[in-house]
């Protein structure tokens, strides 16, 4: 007779299989904890100085344990960052966020969620900190290509969709909570908004994804109505958990996300990330001072095994080969999201045509000018970045997909020989933009080394250098410089050398790598065609190739507003110690000040033509509504369209019109179709002391092609 012995944490699993409640389950395990195990499960397991050298070797190579407890078999939170794909081994590197939000498609969004869950749990890990639903109120801002885009609806439902993907395998972490959108000065910035301007802003899309079920929430670094947002009891216990009914798990953004063990604790936050660093060095010393009690310690060890136990007792997928890691299919995946997410921006008429999409059967000598063109260029080299085994460049692709073409590429920073190359080719591409050195996670050793960090470390081993001096952490988290940007225009030789290309040759081609706004008023309309292509992921060149050769239609729509001047943005200062957010950013802002924008949120083109004929509002149920929109593809060709629908109301201290809804469609030349439009009224309330009211008592609904569309259709919301 054979016995089978199981561990605390695999009992407390079958009390949930018997029907007992998770809670229950809870209270039995956490009653077995000594209280130093307790005190074990509020910070990562890894010694600190150890878990610095070995992330500034290769950043999360492996999963980061927090909290395990071999005793009683409790696996702990194995986390693994992102939010391209995982950070974890060779894996594969999809579109950054941004290029994923072009896309308006969250059952899309959601089959990324599924295969980065599958590479992520393949590779040990079980703690994705990968859904980042930040909102960039500055174009500038360097970590933009993290998030979706410039509204809170949207940032909402794309981090929702990216939820229940990754939880068929792993547990989802949304992240920077709250009002982080500076890099450069993100351990130092106070940034001060105010209730309304929280709630209806900059919360909503953290409350979207709570709703969801996310299992946890990363706090950012700076500070939030002077509270260090790690320590900050408002947010956390007041408006996460009571407001919100939050039941997951709070944890620090890495090595400097708190300023006080037992403060940090006392206010809510559950575990300090990634190693064993303040809290180690002083919560026993703080518990006993009585800075904090022994029931905020078991109030987040509550939390944290009720989230680890809930994510085990949770309907998973059967665990995947390690084969599923940077997988034909998951590669295919990439590609089909690159192939949507591009965003044709103009495309003029040459001779008796659009420029695009190209004659691959006209084309024998084509011109690739441009410095980025041959580079693998997936976004920033921080904590976000994604080691793909290979990458296919837009040079790659281009020369993939026109087999018999002689494809010459210019690298050189040489208008002159830009036009001299164009002036011998079919049509010229030019491919622009910006690297990790122009924009992402800033690691820069002025920040690291900044003597109010350096004091939150333990003291170094005697003997032990990391990065050749002693404060040297910048590279824990990967080679990092690019940070807010200085400038929203290209290079000026770059704009030299897309003039002097256009200049050579009528059929020129202008593509932007970029994660936010790129301002192109001095060359706009020189050029007959634009394509933003964003950092498009490992699979981002064959997928270019296929949007330009019209293999797939050009279906992406900007997730942002472009403007056509810096002096129509918010006040941006990359240094700035404090700065005060308000309601008045991107569309909304050009709205409210009469500055027509050169593209509108959600504006891009197609290689066919649709028309929405009429849209029909359902009654409102609570805070949420259908549509029924009647869209025609007037065009001569099968394309993809995405129907936005808009609330317009007219009210003091409000934006004018609000997205409050989004759907996608695709249909054959001369097709119509009636969608329906799923979408929310939170997007037109106010908030006050008691809550969120209407704004007004009516809306007009627009059924549109971008913000502002001239021929969107329209019927009237009753707000009631």
């Not at 970045?385 to 073409?405: F, K, M, Q, R």
């Not at 507003?561 to 200062?573: A, K, N, Q």
């Not at 908030?687 to 809306?699: E, N, S």
Request: proline letters at 5%; charged letters at 20%; a negative charge.
């Amino acid at each position: 007779m054979s016995t089978t012995t199981t561990t605390a944490f695999e009992d407390s699993l079958r009390q949930i299989e018997r029907g007992e409640s998770l809670e229950t389950a809870v209270e039995a395990l956490l009653a077995q904890l000594t209280q130093e195990e307790k005190l074990w499960l509020l910070d990562g397991d890894q010694e600190f100085w150890p878990a610095i050298a070995e992330m500034s070797q290769a950043y999360n190579a492996r999963p980061i344990i927090m909290g395990a407890i071999e005793r009683l078999g409790i696996p702990g939170l194995r986390f693994s960052d992102g939010p391209r794909g995982v950070v974890m081994g060779a894996s594969t590197a999809f579109p950054v966020s941004m290029a994923r939000g072009a896309t308006w498609d969250l059952d899309l969004e959601e089959r990324i969620g599924i295969a980065i869950g599958r590479e992520l749990r393949a590779q040990g890990a079980n703690f994705f900190g990968g859904v980042c639903i930040n909102l960039p109120r500055h174009p500038a801002w360097g970590r933009a290509q993290e998030t979706y885009g410039e509204d809170p609806y949207l940032l909402g439902e794309f981090g929702a969709a990216l939820i229940r993907g990754v939880h068929r395998n792993a547990m989802a972490v949304a992240k920077h909570y709250a009002l982080n959108s500076m890099e450069n000065a993100r351990f130092t910035v106070d940034v001060r908004a105010d209730d309304s301007t929280l709630h209806e802003v900059f919360l909503p899309h953290f409350r979207r994804a709570v709703e969801e079920g996310v299992d946890g929430i990363m706090t950012s670094y700076n500070s939030v109505n002077g509270d260090w947002a790690g320590q900050n009891e408002v947010l956390l216990e007041g408006i996460l958990r009571r407001q919100w009914g939050f039941q997951g798990v709070t944890v620090s953004d890495f090595i400097s996300g708190i300023r006080g063990a037992a403060v940090s604790l006392v206010a809510g936050l559950d575990v300090e990330e990634p190693a064993r660093q303040q809290r180690a060095a002083h919560l026993a010393d703080e518990l006993a001072a009585g800075e904090a009690s022994w029931e905020h310690v078991d109030r987040a060890a509550r939390r944290i095994l009720r989230t680890q136990l809930a994510y085990y007792a949770s309907d998973l997928e059967p665990q995947p080969n390690p084969s599923v890691v940077f997988s034909r299919e998951h590669r295919e995946l990439a590609r089909e999201v690159a192939q949507r997410s591009m965003v044709l921006l103009r495309n003029e008429t040459i001779g008796d045509a659009p420029l695009l999409p190209l004659d691959a059967s006209s084309l024998s000598r084509v011109a690739v000018i441009g410095r980025l063109a041959g580079v693998p260029n997936t976004g920033d080299h921080g904590s976000s970045d994604v080691h793909s085994p290979e990458v296919t460049t837009a040079l790659d692709g281009i020369v993939a997909a026109l087999p018999n073409a002689t494809v010459t590429h210019v690298e050189a920073d040489d208008p002159d020989a830009a036009a001299l190359a164009a002036t011998k080719a079919d049509v010229a591409i030019v491919v622009v933009g910006y690297t990790a050195d122009d924009e992402g996670e800033y690691l820069g050793t002025d920040a690291m080394n900044n003597p109010d960090l350096l004091a939150l470390f333990p003291p170094m081993p005697e003997g032990m250098m990391l990065g050749g001096e002693p404060g040297a952490t910048a590279t824990a988290m990967g080679t990092a410089e690019g940070g807010d940007r200085a400038s929203l225009r290209l290079r000026p030789v770059d704009e030299e050398i897309i003039l002097a290309t256009a200049a050579a040759n009528p059929r020129t081609v202008v593509v932007v790598v970029t994660a936010g706004a790129v301002i192109t008023e001095r060359w706009r309309t020189e050029v007959p065609a634009t394509v933003i292509s964003w950092y498009s992921g490992c699979e981002g060149g064959h997928a270019l190739a296929d949007v330009l050769l019209g293999r797939v239609d050009a279906s992406g729509r900007l997730p942002y507003s472009i403007p056509t001047s810096e002096e129509h943005l918010p006040f941006f200062d990359r240094e700035a110690t404090s700065i005060v957010y308000d309601r008045w950013f991107g569309q909304r802002l050009l709205d409210r000040d009469g500055h027509p924008a050169a593209y509108p949120l959600g504006f891009g083109l197609s290689y066919t033509t649709f028309h929405i004929d009429q849209v029909e509002a359902h009654p409102v149920d609570g805070e949420h509504f259908t549509a029924a929109a009647t869209v025609a593809n007037t065009g001569s060709r099968r394309g993809r369209h995405v129907v936005q629908l808009y609330g317009v109301i007219h009210a003091a201290d409000f934006p004018s019109r609000v997205l409050l809804g989004f759907a996608t469609v695709e249909l054959e030349p001369g097709q119509t179709r009636t969608v329906e439009v799923g979408a929310s009224t939170r997007p037109l309330q106010r908030w006050t002391g008691d809550g969120f009211v209407p704004a007004a008592t009516h809306a007009t609904l627009e059924a549109a092609a971008y913000a502002g569309d001239p021929d969107a259709a329209t019927t009237a919301l009753d707000l009631h």
